[in-house]
């Protein structure tokens, strides 16, 4: 007899580990900039499904293999709310996450490297997208946008896509 064993999680990103957002990253930059997780889970992570902008989902387990989604299973009070791209790889930027040892009470880092302060992730990933953008569209950018990378950045902390924010620019100023 075989069974399987589930149980409830919490619905906190921030509890699941980096390998497994990477998995779900990499999904979500192939199939849609939207995921939802299912709090029941089991194995390596929480099943999750994704939409794209048409409004298709597609669901996959743990292990990020295709999946069909149980009736329900996506349903609120079943699933997390929606977590978009960037939220998604801000919590894998997470890193150094904190464990109490059992036997002491003592807390310890996983990593011997303190990790960043969540501004700091956020300026970083704000950067990282700023430049990705930049370098994907450079050659229909105006030369001189670099003139206003500030007021880019500014848009895009106050939580404007990176499209947006250049648009924003360009109807501006050019």
Do not use: C
């Amino acid at each position: 007899m075989t069974t399987t064993r589930s149980k409830r999680w919490s619905g906190n990103i921030e509890s699941l580990k980096a390998g497994y957002l990477g998995g779900v990253l990499e999904q979500m930059t192939i199939y849609g900039e939207r995921v939802q997780f299912a709090l029941v889970t089991s194995g390596n992570g929480p099943h999750y499904q994704l939409t794209n902008t048409a409004g298709k989902k597609m669901a996959f387990d743990g292990n990020h293999h295709l999946h069909h989604p149980e009736d329900g299973e996506f349903v609120p009070g079943n699933a997390t709310g929606v977590f978009t791209l960037d939220q998604i790889r801000l919590a894998k930027a997470g890193g150094g996450k904190t464990t109490r040892s059992l036997s002491t009470g003592r807390v310890t880092r996983s990593s011997g490297v303190r990790a960043p302060s969540a501004a700091t992730r956020a300026k970083e990933l704000v950067d990282s997208e700023k430049y990705e953008y930049f370098k994907a569209n450079r050659a229909t950018l105006p030369d001189t946008i670099g003139e206003h990378s500030e007021e880019i950045t500014t848009l895009m902390r106050g939580g404007m896509p990176a499209e947006q924010a250049f648009g924003e620019i360009i109807k501006k100023y050019f």
